[in-house]
C-alpha cells in the first residue's frame, strides 16, 4: 500500500509538471504568432474592421519616414473612416515639418482629419496642425510659436584662449558660412537672415491659407508669441477647446458612424527583438531578464534628440 501512494504521489506531480510546460509551450507560441503577425502586418493588425484611426505626432519633429508611411497606408486604407492627429510637440525642422504637413494634406483630400494638441504644438508642430481641418486644444494647451530660427554656437573665443587656430581654404568667401570656429561675417548673416526671411515667408502663407485670417492678421500673431487653448480659440489659431471627445464629435459631424472604435496606429518596430521589447509583455520579461527599455525615452524626454537638429528650424525652446 506505501508503494502504490508513493506512485500516485509522483505520478500527480508529473502530470503537475507535464501540465506547466504544455501552458508554457502554448503561451509561447501565442506570443510568437503575435510577434510575427505585427511583423509582417504592421499596424494593419486588428484594424481590418471599420475605425477611427489615431496617429501621435509626439518629441522633436524630423522627416519621419515610419510616419509618413503610416499616413500613406491610413490613406489607403478603406476601413479607416476619420482620423485623430494627437500632436504634442515643440517644433523641429522645417523640412520634416513640411513633409508631414504634405502627407497630413494627401490624407485629408479622402478622409475628415482633425488634430487634438495635447500639452504643446508648438512651431512645425503647430504647423502640422493647420494641415488639419479642425484644431481641438486643451483650454491650457501651448500653442503657436510661427517663425522660423538657426542657432550655431561661436567658439572662436575659446579657442583663442586654448591656443587653437583653424587653417581653411575654401572656393568663395561663404562657403561653409557660418561656422562656430569663427566669429560670423556680415556677409554670411545677409544670406543667412534671407533664406531665415524665405522660410518665414512660406510658414505664414501656410498658417493663411489653412486658417481663417488674413495675412497681416497671421503676421500680428507670428512674431514667434505662444498662447493658451484659450487665446488660441479667440484668435483662431484653433477652432475648438477640448480633448479626444470633442475631436471624435467633429469627425461624427463630417459623417463618421458615432459607434466606430478609436485605434491607434503605432509605428513599426525594427525588427522582431524590439517588436517584442517594444510591446508591454516583452517589456516585462525584458525586466528580468535585465535588458533596459527607458534609455531612449529618458533621452527624448529630456530633449537630447534637439541636440543633434541641422538646418533651418521652427522649434519652440531648442
Do not use: N
Request: proline residues 4%; without cysteine; hydrophobic residues 45%.
Amino acid at each position: 500500500m506505501v508503494m502504490r501512494a508513493d506512485d500516485m504521489i509522483d505520478r500527480r506531480r508529473l502530470r503537475r509538471k507535464l501540465t506547466f510546460w504544455r501552458v508554457l509551450a502554448i503561451l509561447i507560441a501565442a506570443i510568437a504568432i503575435a510577434a510575427a503577425s505585427m511583423w509582417i502586418y504592421g499596424d494593419e493588425v486588428g484594424t481590418s474592421a471599420s475605425h477611427i484611426a489615431k496617429v501621435e505626432v509626439t518629441g522633436t519633429i524630423t522627416e519621419d519616414e515610419d510616419l509618413l508611411d503610416r499616413l500613406e497606408r491610413i490613406r489607403k486604407s478603406p476601413a479607416v473612416k476619420g482620423v485623430i492627429l494627437s500632436i504634442d510637440s515643440p517644433g523641429g525642422t522645417t523640412a520634416g515639418g513640411e513633409a508631414i504637413f504634405d502627407a497630413v494634406r494627401r490624407l485629408a483630400a479622402e478622409k475628415p482629419v482633425t488634430a487634438q494638441v495635447g500639452t504643446l504644438a508648438a512651431s512645425a508642430g503647430y504647423m502640422i496642425a493647420t494641415a488639419t481641418d479642425h484644431i481641438v486644444a486643451r483650454k491650457t494647451s501651448i500653442v503657436g510659436s510661427i517663425g522660423v530660427l538657426v542657432q550655431y554656437p561661436d567658439i572662436s573665443g575659446l579657442m583663442d584662449k586654448l591656443g587653437i587656430k583653424l587653417e581653411e581654404i575654401k572656393s568663395t568667401p561663404l562657403k561653409a558660412e557660418p561656422s562656430p570656429f569663427k566669429p560670423t561675417s556680415d556677409a554670411a548673416r545677409d544670406m543667412i537672415r534671407a533664406m531665415i526671411l524665405d522660410s518665414y515667408d512660406w510658414f505664414i502663407g501656410l498658417v493663411e491659407s489653412r486658417r481663417p485670417l488674413t495675412r497681416s492678421e497671421v503676421v500680428a500673431l507670428a512674431d514667434g508669441s505662444i498662447f493658451t487653448g484659450r487665446q488660441a480659440l479667440q484668435k483662431k489659431l484653433i477652432d475648438e477647446v477640448g480633448g479626444e471627445q470633442e475631436a471624435v464629435a467633429w469627425l461624427v459631424s463630417k459623417g463618421v458612424d458615432d459607434k466606430l472604435k478609436v485605434i491607434e496606429w503605432k509605428p513599426k518596430s525594427g525588427s522582431a527583438t524590439s517588436l517584442l521589447l517594444g510591446s508591454s509583455l516583452g517589456k516585462i520579461v525584458g525586466r528580468v531578464l535585465g535588458v533596459p527599455d527607458y534609455g531612449d525615452e529618458l533621452i527624448r524626454k529630456i530633449g537630447g534628440e534637439r541636440l543633434f537638429l541641422d538646418g533651418l528650424v521652427s522649434l519652440w525652446h531648442p
